[in-house]
């Protein structure tokens, strides 16, 4: 799904004031989107709107909290009131506890359960109550490689992004079953450089960090503009290598990888730097300030991903290798077809047979004779005409067995000429 100059793309994006819903906002505005944009923090959602508007889109502000299904409601009718139908929803907005499970109480784990997995729910209904009667517009679920491997210390998030998974599949099918012209996709992002580091909810001594391969917001941004546009229709878009790695990894060795990251991640979600006593989190309220996109771990940010860009052009890709095979195959073919040959006119020299670079002869008694090689089919011809010259008791042809020249009988030994099996 594109738009062009006169008709824009409406689009309706949850969690947009911060990380990968401010990235995926400015994505769009750069291909003159209509945005509505949803979060708590009115503050940050007006700055997102003059992002938007900035880089040549246009954005309807609407504060909202996607734990509400009211709120998303609103999100979808404001939008549409603004800019007309829906094209695409993103279903964005999270939150998270880092912390042991029996550190982390009821009430957290139902909040972030809320926030990531139950506002990936309403807001597919909020769009689908207005997409399924058009029998168009996509749904986009922001999703994780958490939703398929579950870590240490982030049990309410990914428990939340397991459910988006099931839930995704779920509603994939029956729009499948309905035959609707809606679609939906997931997009699984590796870890990013966002904000909610220095804003989540931590039982924790020392700050979180994201673990493993960091990327830019903007990387997990160009997934989802291209999950909902070029990509339209793909089942799922998995951004990043370490994303690959994990969700296959856990597919072939899930015990493995549970002592794997038992091992390896307390440390690797954890800074040295120790959780100021007065840090605010933004569990159940937003948090004051403008960070934009970006955390704090830029310096260890990767800007592109070299495995999306495969993703994006996998028809390429499949072009050119299927085109490197071929030409492969025939070179081989070729090289093998000419040590065969050489390897035919040795032994035939061996043998004591006529070649192509030969006239043809009478064979000799008791000499054994194969014939193997082939001249021009211009000179077949003349080969057989010479060879009805010689008085002929018997004729060896070149698809025969070897034989030996018995006494009083002679043999004339022919070329076998190129490409007619003689």
């Known amino acids: 799904m594109t738009q062009t100059d006169a008709i824009p793309l409406v689009v309706a994006i949850t969690g947009a004031s911060a990380g990968v819903g401010r990235a995926t906002a400015r994505a769009f505005a750069r291909r003159g989107a209509h945005i509505g944009i949803l979060a708590r923090a009115a503050d940050r959602l007006e700055a997102t709107a003059r992002d938007v508007e900035a880089l040549g889109g246009r954005a309807v502000v609407v504060p909202g909290d996607v734990a509400n299904p009211d709120d998303l409601e609103r999100l979808a009718a404001e939008t549409e009131r603004a800019f007309g139908p829906l094209d695409i929803w993103v279903n964005n907005a999270m939150a998270t506890v880092y912390g042991e499970v029996h550190e982390v109480e009821p009430d ?42 579950g870590i240490p210390l982030q049990s309410a998030y990914c428990g939340a992004k397991h459910a988006v998974q099931g839930f995704f599949e779920s509603l994939r099918s029956e729009l499948i079953h309905q035959e609707s012209g809606v679609a939906v996709t997931m997009v699984q992002l590796p870890a990013l450089n966002t904000p909610q580091f220095g804003w989540a909810r931590t039982k924790r001594a020392h700050t979180p960090r994201p673990a493993g391969t960091v990327y830019a917001p903007e990387v997990a941004a160009d997934a989802i503009v291209f999950a909902a546009t070029d990509g339209r229709g793909r089942r799922e878009i998995w951004v990043g290598a370490s994303t690959v790695q994990a969700i296959l990894a856990n597919r072939v060795a899930p015990g493995l990888l549970d002592h794997y990251v038992a091992r390896t991640l307390y440390e690797g979600e954890t800074t040295d730097q120790p959780v100021a006593p007065d840090r605010a989190d933004n569990l159940f309220d937003p948090v004051p300030g403008d960070p934009g996109a970006d955390g704090a771990f830029g310096d260890d940010a990767r800007d592109t991903s070299p495995q999306l860009w495969a993703t994006k052009h996998r028809r390429l890709i499949s072009g050119v290798a299927l085109l490197a095979i071929a030409v492969l195959t025939w070179r081989c073919g070729t090289a093998a077809r000419s040590v065969s040959s050489n390897q035919s006119v040795q032994s035939a020299k061996a043998l004591g047979v006529t070649t192509g670079a030969e006239a043809p002869r009478l064979a000799r008694k008791g000499e054994q004779v194969l014939v193997r ?50």
Not at 118 to 132: D, F, I, P, S
């Open 373 to 422: 090689t082939c001249v021009a089919a211009n000179a077949r011809k003349a080969v057989l005409e010479d060879a009805t010259r010689e008085e002929l008791i018997g004729d060896l042809r070149p698809d025969g067995p070897p034989r030996t020249v018995r006494g009083g009988e002679s043999l004339v030994v022919h070329h076998s000429v190129c490409g007619t099996g003689r």
């Open 108 to 149: 957290e784990f139902r909040r972030a359960t809320d926030v990531t997995y139950l506002g990936q729910v309403y807001g597919a209904q909020a769009a689908l109550r207005r997409m399924r009667p058009r029998n168009a517009g996509t749904i986009v679920f922001v999703g994780s490689s958490l939703a398929y491997r």
